[in-house]
């Protein structure tokens, strides 16, 4: 059984129907990479996993669980987390209000899990009461990413983690992704930087038009001369 199933699902907005029975699955311990063309429906596939956009029709599911109808914060502590593509912290908070905010539906104290996350970014604990807003874009995504581990998820959802980075920033956030994952979280990633990223997913899948076009493991992919060819600039 997959950790998380999506299968066949219609989504969009208002009258807009942009995903037409999208499939995805992510399996216990994988990173799976969803890459394609601006405006194909990466991210409202992730809204609609996380219940922030309705699922019209299809379903998915969470350990079994089906969630297509499930509340955000439902989901969210059932082990399901996701950083959004932008405004993923609080600006005028400080990094560790951020990391409480993240802890906010969990039961019970946190502290170990805050000094966890220091541990796993030490750029965070350098200045832990630095306001959020005022740090780099890279410190920023990692806190972003810092808040959502909070919850201790089994699945973490990334929308563009690398978005506006320089490489060597890239670099160090795909570095602490696999971390993540090494210490067994499962992730789905979305990326415009798709070589990178495909490098270090053992799955990705290819949609155009919100319709998957393309599936298979990660360096499988990176072979695949239409793949070169539309999305990796070979
Ligand atoms: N809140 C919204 N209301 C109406 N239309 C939207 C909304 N959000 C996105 N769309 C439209 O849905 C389509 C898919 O958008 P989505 O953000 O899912 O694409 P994407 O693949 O994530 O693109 P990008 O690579 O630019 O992030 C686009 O045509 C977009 O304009
Ligand atoms: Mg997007």
Redesign the pocket.
Known sequence: MALLEASEVVA???E?E?LHGVSVAVNEGEVVTII??????????MKAVVGLVRVRTGRVTFKGVDISAQSPERIVRSGLCYVP?SANVFPSLSIRENLEMGAFVRSGSHPDRIEEMFELFPDLALRPGRKAGSLSGGQRQMLAIARALMLDPALLLL??PSAGLSPAIMGMVFDRIQSINSAGVALLL?E?NAREALRMSHRGYI?VSGRNRLEDRGPALLDNPEVGRLYLGA
């Open positions: 969009g907005y208002g807009t942009i394609g063309p601006n405006g194909c429906g990466k991210s409202t596939l593509q929308d563009e979305v415009q949609l």
